[in-house]
């Protein structure tokens, strides 16, 4: 057929079928039976245990987010610790960038005194950045904010209320993501972005899958020099699928490792970009809370589920101690590889014992299957 496979009723009364004796078919058809029924038995076991086997990898990851997939040493550096010096290093960070802003914007003024002076047009559009950026500190150091009443307008990332929450093991802490690092949405596509003189790859939903990244299909974007420093991905950055048609596919996780140079992402994509932490412990709890639907739970709208920039940024996740982190991931790791290699073998069999079962039915119709007497 044309439209759809189609078979004709005098294709049907016209095939040649080999026909045994009737008492040989009804041994072929017990034969057949008893061979299938023990098939049947085998795939159900094969189907149970990558049940059993899905169930355990998330008790081994629900484990890990608890604190109870290795044991806790009292020598290791509390987690309240490492999250002082992640919060302290995002502050330094954003008061770096933010007296760079402070430097540039003096010397532009600067610059627009000595024009005035000059009688030359002051506007700041007039003044051209190779002229500003000459301008030496001794000239624009009257521009500068005097104290330090600048570094007031830094916002420090919300607090977390613990009096409501389950108590966690002796030195780990529960923190919100965006304590962790920048939480951050990627740009969105559009029409006008599908050609121009900055064409990059870039990253979408699509590419998110259960077991890492897909770079099968890669597709390209217009991001000018200003959105390539924004969107741009680095290694270890942490990226979760933001929207999916089904509230149990939001969230899936995947750590970048600059597979491909200049790459970018999509805004149905959020990025987490973690400030002294690796990224590899809360890959697993991502995991964990896309597989188990917490993040799904969280997500909104009707149709497709969108998790949010927002609500992930606010999420509360639970930190062990930095040297428990490298253990917890290693112990992963090493139960997650059994699996894995189980799995393969599980699917190898599902395929053989579909061979299996198209042979039985091959040397049925051959005479093959039972003795002929």
Same mark, same amino acid.
């Given at each position: 057929?044309?439209?759809?496979?189609?078979?004709? =009723?005098?294709?049907?009364?016209? &095939?040649?079928?080999?026909?045994?004796?009737?008492? +040989?078919?009804?041994?072929?058809?017990? @034969?057949?039976?008893?061979?299938?029924?023990?098939?049947?038995?085998?795939?159900?076991?094969?189907?149970?245990?990558?049940?059993?086997?899905?169930?355990?990898?998330?008790?081994v990851l629900k484990a890990?987010?608890e604190g109870r997939l290795?044991?806790?040493?009292?020598? =290791?550096?509390?987690?309240?610790?490492?999250?002082? *010096?992640?919060?302290?290093?995002? #502050?330094?960070?954003?008061?770096?960038? @933010?007296? &760079?802003?402070?430097?540039?914007?003096?010397?532009?003024?600067?610059?627009?005194?000595?024009?005035?002076?000059?009688?030359?047009?002051? #506007?700041?559009?007039?003044?051209?950045?190779?002229?500003?950026?000459?301008?030496? +500190?001794?000239?624009?150091?009257?521009?500068?904010?005097?104290?330090?009443?600048?570094?007031?307008?830094?916002?420090?990332?919300?607090?977390?209320?613990?009096?409501?929450?389950?108590?966690?093991?002796?030195?780990?802490?529960?923190?919100?993501?965006?304590?962790?690092?920048?939480? #951050?949405?990627? *740009?969105?596509?559009?029409?006008?972005?599908?050609?121009?003189?900055?064409?990059?790859?870039?990253?979408?939903?699509?590419?998110?899958?259960?077991?890492?990244? =897909? %770079?099968?299909?890669?597709?390209?974007?217009?991001?000018?020099?200003?959105?390539?420093?924004?969107?741009? %991905?680095?290694? =270890?950055?942490?990226?979760?699928?933001?929207?999916?048609?089904?509230?149990? @596919?939001?969230?899936k996780p995947f750590v970048?490792?600059?597979?491909?140079?200049?790459?970018?992402?999509?805004?149905? %994509?959020?990025?987490?970009?973690?400030?002294?932490?690796?990224? /590899?412990?809360?890959?697993?709890?991502?995991?964990? /809370?896309?597989?188990?639907?917490?993040?799904?739970?969280?997500?909104?709208?009707?149709?497709?589920?969108?998790?949010?920039?927002? #609500? %992930?940024? +606010?999420?509360?996740?639970?930190?062990?101690?930095?040297?428990?982190?490298?253990?917890?991931?290693?112990?992963?790791?090493?139960?997650?590889?059994?699996?894995?290699?189980?799995?393969?073998?599980?699917?190898?069999?599902?395929?053989?014992?579909?061979?299996?079962?198209?042979?039985?039915?091959?040397?049925?119709?051959?005479?093959?299957?039972?003795?002929?007497?």
């Amino acid at each position: 057929g044309s439209s759809y496979p189609a078979v004709r =009723d005098r294709d049907v009364r016209n &095939q040649l079928i080999p026909l045994a004796p009737l008492v +040989e078919q009804e041994r072929i058809v017990a @034969e057949i039976e008893k061979q299938f029924t023990r098939l049947d038995q085998a795939v159900a076991s094969l189907r149970r245990l990558q049940g059993s086997l899905a169930r355990y990898k998330a008790s081994v990851l629900k484990a890990a987010c608890e604190g109870r997939l290795v044991p806790q040493d009292p020598d =290791d550096e509390p987690a309240e610790k490492l999250l002082a *010096r992640i919060l302290a290093e995002r #502050r330094a960070q954003w008061e770096a960038r @933010e007296w &760079q802003a402070l430097i540039v914007k003096a010397q532009k003024k600067a610059a627009q005194a000595r024009r005035k002076a000059q009688g030359l047009p002051s #506007r700041i559009k007039d003044v051209a950045q190779a002229e500003w950026a000459a301008i030496p +500190e001794t000239e624009y150091a009257r521009f500068l904010p005097k104290g330090d009443k600048w570094q007031e307008k830094y916002k420090e990332p919300g607090g977390v209320d613990t009096a409501v929450l389950p108590a966690l093991p002796e030195g780990w802490v529960w923190v919100r993501v965006d304590q962790l690092g920048e939480v #951050r949405l990627g *740009r969105q596509r559009s029409p006008k972005n599908h050609q121009g003189p900055h064409m990059h790859p870039y990253l979408r939903a699509a590419n998110a899958t259960w077991n890492g990244v =897909d %770079l099968a299909d890669v597709m390209e974007m217009n991001f000018n020099p200003k959105e390539l420093e924004i969107y741009r %991905l680095k290694k =270890d950055d942490i990226l979760l699928a933001e929207a999916s048609g089904s509230a149990n @596919e939001v969230g899936k996780p995947f750590v970048w490792n600059e597979q491909i140079p200049n790459c970018c992402f999509q805004n149905t %994509l959020i990025r987490v970009r973690l400030s002294n932490m690796p990224p /590899d412990y809360l890959y697993l709890h991502f995991l964990k /809370d896309a597989q188990t639907g917490r993040l799904g739970k969280i997500a909104k709208g009707v149709g497709i589920h969108h998790l949010g920039a927002n #609500r %992930l940024a +606010e999420m509360l996740v639970a930190i062990p101690p930095l040297a428990e982190q490298k253990r917890i991931v290693a112990e992963v790791e090493r139960r997650l590889s059994v699996v894995a290699a189980t799995e393969q073998a599980i699917t190898a069999n599902l395929a053989r014992a579909q061979c299996l079962r198209q042979a039985i039915l091959h040397r049925a119709f051959t005479g093959q299957l039972v003795p002929q007497q």
